[in-house]
């Protein structure tokens, strides 16, 4: 999955831009352009910002705690995926960088056979060929419910045999008819061939290219790969990490700061060979110390919080830099509890509906967003030009009022109490009732878990909290740090306490661009979901599987509206992942891609 939470951060009012013109964010963009024909030299070093602490990950299978653009950034720059997501600001299949020919299809869709390009190495000189595939899918399978991004009864479930025919061929058998897109756009770009000939192994000198022929020897190796890939001082040195096909190797790596330099890879034989030697992955305890950095000269390519566009962004211009928000296909909303105390209340469309009410995204984004942000309304990015949004979901269902809101609370038992805080006096699960579970007198309060390393999302929390007591919704803030809210989070009950009603990161939760092309939801709101507090229908669950089995947008509208119109979860605006700040020497940056990857490969110096 797809998440992102780096200190972006916000202050005063800047631009009135407003939701809708991100279209002119371009002509905001201030000094060169970045991607001039100046003469391009070969070699040299860019230095590059991350937010603070997010490389902590480098085995190519995600978890739960490492499922970020950050890690995948690094990882898929050391291990090509099959199907490489994302094309410059396109959110498509990249064919030119993907491993294998396009996939053709037989058998009314049930049939898919996958070609490997020719002439694709290991840095060790093995052949990249469908014992990788295989090897790949023998870890996965064996460990699914261990992999972020697993579903059930989605990949890998849906496989019901494969074929390696050859080394470059193989044939997969799905479980039934499946939509092209679909199989191609989220589930083939799951597929990263790891390399077999030096990972199948369960210990450092173990190697016999068999352990994983087993389930539980499967089991094994990936315990042993996850065990090295939490020995974080070994990142630089582990002989396993450094058997890549990718463009880059990681050469060197601090534990404690995450700064990560990645060298060209002098055996890489794919497209796109890099231009410069290295990318200097830098990361910073805090923005300011990052925006120190920019002022004096260590960084080619950085970002400003926000709290600092409005102030800063004409100095950097006049310094020889480049400004340039990026905001690629996301989506940000604040995660409701469906399986915590709070459950009962969030799971009444309601009040749920009356919550959206008090979210007043336009002044979220004309104030603390400068201008630079999308509003939200469902759970696919809402950007000007979007291939995939539907005509409804382009409106607000549930626009900014606290009247309706109150109106909806009133109407099903709620009454203000002495505090001021509304009260349940018809309980029961009737249509003009307060709703099963909820009980005579039961207060409607809520907690609200949040990242706090961001003035911008604390602005917006602080906003909602106090249009929310407004009309009598008591919303406790509970402000942790970015590992505190992973660790507290998640499907209740976990061994962490699940004292949390609403959950909300900074910048974006969702974005579709890891492992998921088209934004078909199921990693996001199926059952067995991990990122939608355990929200669990039948409707939504039928919806989001006509889009996995028919092609065209119609099931993917259907799904995205039903999820809209039942406010699954709160929808907040969007900010840019980053607003980028380039030295005007650095070149092939521009566009930023769509799914927040930077394509370290196009960059040149002149």
Not at 77 to 100: C, I, K, R
Not at 308 to 335: H, Q, R
Not at 505 to 528: E, I, R
């Amino acid at each position: 999955m797809k998440l992102q939470f780096g200190n972006r951060r916000g202050g005063s009012k800047l631009l009135a831009l407003g939701a809708l013109g991100l279209a002119s964010l371009a002509l905001a963009a201030c000094g060169s352009s970045g991607s001039s024909s100046a003469t391009p030299i070969t070699g040299g070093v860019v230095t590059y910002a991350y937010a603070a602490n997010n490389f902590k990950w480098i085995l190519p299978l995600p978890n739960e705690v490492s499922w970020t653009q950050y890690q995948q950034a690094v990882e898929y720059s050391l291990w090509n995926p099959l199907y490489a997501a994302g094309n410059g600001a396109d959110p498509v299949v990249n064919e030119g960088l993907s491993l294998a020919y396009p996939p053709t299809f037989s058998q009314n869709n049930s049939v898919v056979t996958i070609k490997l390009k020719p002439g694709r190495t290991w840095s060790d000189g093995t052949p990249v060929t469908t014992k990788d595939i295989q090897f790949f899918f023998q870890i996965y399978d064996a460990n699914k419910t261990d992999v972020a991004s697993y579903v059930p009864g989605d990949f890998p479930d849906n496989i019901s045999s494969i074929d390696y025919v050859s080394p470059t061929k193989f044939v997969i058998h799905l479980t039934g008819s499946y939509s092209q897109q679909w199989v191609l756009d989220n589930e083939l770009t799951s597929i990263i061939p790891l390399p077999q000939q030096a990972w199948d192994r369960t210990s450092p000198n173990g190697a016999d290219g068999t352990a994983a022929n087993t389930p539980a020897g499967a089991k094994a190796v990936f315990a042993f790969l996850s065990k090295q890939s939490g020995s974080l001082s070994t990142y630089a040195t582990n002989p396993l990490w450094k058997v890549v096909d990718g463009a880059w190797t990681l050469t060197n790596y601090d534990p404690t700061t995450s700064r990560v330099v990645l060298t060209a890879n002098a055996h890489y034989d794919g497209p796109d060979k890099p231009k410069i030697h290295q990318v200097v992955i830098q990361s910073y305890a805090s923005d300011t110390a990052e925006v120190d950095a920019l002022r004096n000269g260590q960084l080619d390519y950085g970002f400003l919080p926000y709290s600092d566009y409005e102030g800063l962004k004409g100095y950097f211009a006049s310094k020889g830099y480049t400004v340039s928000p990026w905001i690629p296909s996301f989506v940000e909303w604040g995660e409701l509890n469906y399986t915590g105390p709070y459950a009962a209340l969030n799971k009444q469309l309601y009040i749920r509906q009356a919550m959206q009410h008090l979210i007043n995204q336009k002044l979220y984004i004309n104030t603390v967003l400068h201008g630079i942000g999308v509003q939200t309304y469902g759970p696919v990015p809402n950007a000007p030009g979007s291939p995939y949004v539907s005509p409804q979901e382009k409106t607000d269902p549930d626009p900014y009022s606290l009247t309706a809101a109150r109106s909806l609370l009133t109407s099903h038992g709620w009454h203000a109490g002495a505090n001021g805080v509304m009260i349940c006096t018809r309980p029961g699960a009737g249509t003009s009732n307060c709703g099963a579970g909820i009980t005579q007198g039961q207060s409607l309060t809520e907690s609200l878990l949040y990242v706090d390393s961001s003035p911008t999302l604390a602005a917006e929390v602080q906003s909602f909290q106090t249009t929310a007591k407004s009309v009598g919704i008591d919303i406790t803030l509970n402000p942790q740090s970015e590992t505190s809210v992973y660790s507290l989070g998640g499907v209740c009950p976990t061994a962490a306490p699940c004292n949390w009603g609403i959950k909300l990161f900074p910048n974006w939760l969702w974005n579709y661009g890891d492992t998921d092309v088209l934004p078909t939801g199921g990693q996001a709101f199926a059952t067995g979901n991990y990122w939608a507090g355990g929200y669990s229908s039948r409707t939504a669950n039928s919806l989001i599987a006509a889009t996995h089995s028919d092609s065209g947008l119609s099931h993917l509208y259907a799904y995205q509206n039903y999820i809209s119109r039942q406010v699954v979860a709160l929808w907040f605006p969007t900010w840019a992942t980053q607003i980028s700040v380039v030295k005007n020497s650095l070149h092939g940056w521009q566009p930023q891609q769509a799914f927040g990857f930077p394509e370290w490969s196009n960059w040149y110096l002149n």
